[in-house]
């Protein structure tokens, strides 16, 4: 069972990147799925999530308005589009699926998660 996380990179601030995190092994079509990211020297934090049918997201205060989270669950994919990128926002992003079918800011909540994808934004 593993999340693989894709799509992170450099990017200049004022930019754009998309993440993807693609499921394998077994679905998580019926999971509450969520991003996180982990600065250098900080906590994780929680950035967004979804519910299992994508109707219901949720965004972290710092993220409202530039990021959107969306899923496919035909691909078993979670997406993160990213837009308006600040150095602020560099960081190892990971994906994870809920042990609920809504998704939570509490990392507790989550029992699988990806391995992470550096997003670097250089001002």
């Known amino acids: 069972v593993q999340l693989q996380a894709s799509g992170g990179g450099l990017v200049q601030a004022g930019g754009s990147l998309r993440l993807s995190c693609a499921a394998s092994?077994?679905?998580?079509?019926?999971?509450?799925m969520g991003w996180f990211r982990q600065a250098p020297g900080k906590e994780r934090e929680f950035v967004a999530g979804?519910?299992?049918?994508?109707?219901?997201?949720y965004y972290a205060d710092s993220v409202k308005g530039r990021f959107t989270i969306s899923r496919d669950n035909a691909k078993d994919t979670v997406y993160l589009q990213m837009n308006s990128l600040k150095p602020e926002d560099t960081a190892v992003y990971y994906c994870?699926?809920?042990?609920?079918?809504?998704?939570?800011?509490?990392?507790?909540?989550?029992?699988?998660w990806g391995q992470g994808t550096l997003v670097t934004v250089s001002s």
């Open positions: 994870a699926a809920s042990r609920l079918a809504y998704s939570s800011s509490y990392s507790s909540d989550y029992r699988v």
């Open positions: 979804i519910n299992w049918n994508g109707r219901s997201t």
């Open positions: 092994g077994r679905t998580f079509r019926n999971n509450g």
